[in-house]
């Protein structure tokens, strides 16, 4: 049974990937992801405040404070609670890359077309074998169309694309106004590679303080339907590759992702709540499942219900909501 899959011009033995995740903070864990199974890592994503707070820093240290204000460094996010800055996140990859055989894929993640681009040719230097270019914006400014947004979005990643050899893969959220005309123009800009969705932390209120908080709520199977969705429309639309990052925690979750399209099935939460030894149980399972549905290989079986082959595509679009509130019938005349 063959179920090796091709992803940013690597070669991986299956598709079960560790997403960006607090599980590869140290070498000892990526060793043990390695061992669980794991057919590539990618790094927990460095952020362009980081880069940036580094950058002024050294400027500083360098020329002082003759034409500065003191408050300068205040202008950027707080971002000592990081656990790796710059420098720190270099040194991580290479220890990485010499501690295992799999794919090692460096992560970036910023919103704005700055000197922080250039780090991403740092990282190809480096030895990252691809890297996964994270674009997390919430769009706060009414000022501030949405093709204004795409097009800042755009030149960020054929920055980048022109910066580095390695493959890039662009990990977005599905809050665009027209997502396949933007991941088409993605494509356009260079991106070999789009990781379907990033998930937006959202803040809630403390009402015995009257303070805002943020946690983080691990995903569950919930969330992959949104994914399957925008992975059967995007599949087979030209050469890009296609990775799910979100819901994906059990082997039904990975097949219906793979039947969509996915190249990759990026694993996070589920490797956070059972551990390394999480891949290796998502491999054979995926290995019995295609064995025992009559598949010949990985390669078979994916794409094989995204919208240009599913026996009902339309259920992918807008007929799809109209069939499930006219037939729900629920508790109502009961």
């Known amino acids: 049974m063959e179920l090796t899959t091709k992803y940013l011009g690597l070669r991986l033995a299956h598709p079960f990937v560790a997403g960006a995740s607090p599980a590869s903070d140290t070498v000892e864990r990526c060793v043990r992801l390695e061992r669980g199974g794991a057919a590539a890592i990618v790094l927990r994503s460095l952020f362009e405040e980081q880069i940036d707070r580094d ?19 205040s202008y950027l996010p707080m971002v000592d609670d990081c656990v790796f800055g710059p420098d720190e996140y270099l040194a991580h990859l290479r220890e990485v890359k010499r501690a295992v055989s799999v794919p090692v ?4 993640n910023g919103y704005t077309h700055g000197g922080w681009l250039e780090y991403a040719r740092t990282l190809d230097a480096a030895g990252a074998d691809a890297l996964e270019l994270n674009l997390y914006a919430v769009a706060t400014d009414p000022g501030e169309s949405g093709d204004e ?25 599905p809050f665009y106004t027209s997502l396949a005309n933007f991941a088409l123009r ?3 800009a260079g991106a070999d590679a789009l990781v379907l969705f990033n998930r937006f932390f959202e803040p809630d209120l403390d009402l015995e303080q009257l303070q805002v908080t943020t946690s983080m709520e691990l995903s569950d199977s919930r969330e992959l339907r949104l994914r399957l969705r925008w992975l059967a429309l995007l599949s087979g639309q030209g050469d890009c590759g296609l990775a799910v990052s979100g819901g994906v925690h059990t082997v039904r979750d990975a097949v219906k992702a793979i039947l969509c399209g996915a190249d990759v099935v990026q694993v996070v939460a589920a490797t956070l709540r059972g551990g390394p030894d999480v891949f290796g149980q998502l491999r054979d399972g995926l290995w019995r499942w295609i064995e025992e549905n009559g598949y010949r290989s990985l390669g078979q079986m994916r794409g094989s219900m995204n919208a240009a082959r599913s026996p009902d595509p339309k259920a992918y679009e807008r007929v799809n909501y109209l069939r499930a509130l006219q037939t729900w019938r629920g508790e109502l005349d009961s």
């Open 149 to 173: 947004l795409e097009t800042r979005a755009l030149a960020i990643v054929q920055a980048v694309r022109r910066a580095v050899r390695m493959q890039v893969a662009v990990k977005l959220s």
């Open 55 to 73: 950058a002024l820093a050294h400027h500083q240290a360098e020329f002082g404070h003759a034409d500065a204000h003191h408050e300068a460094r």
């Open 186 to 188: 993605l494509r356009q």
């Open 105 to 108: 894929i460096a992560s970036l």
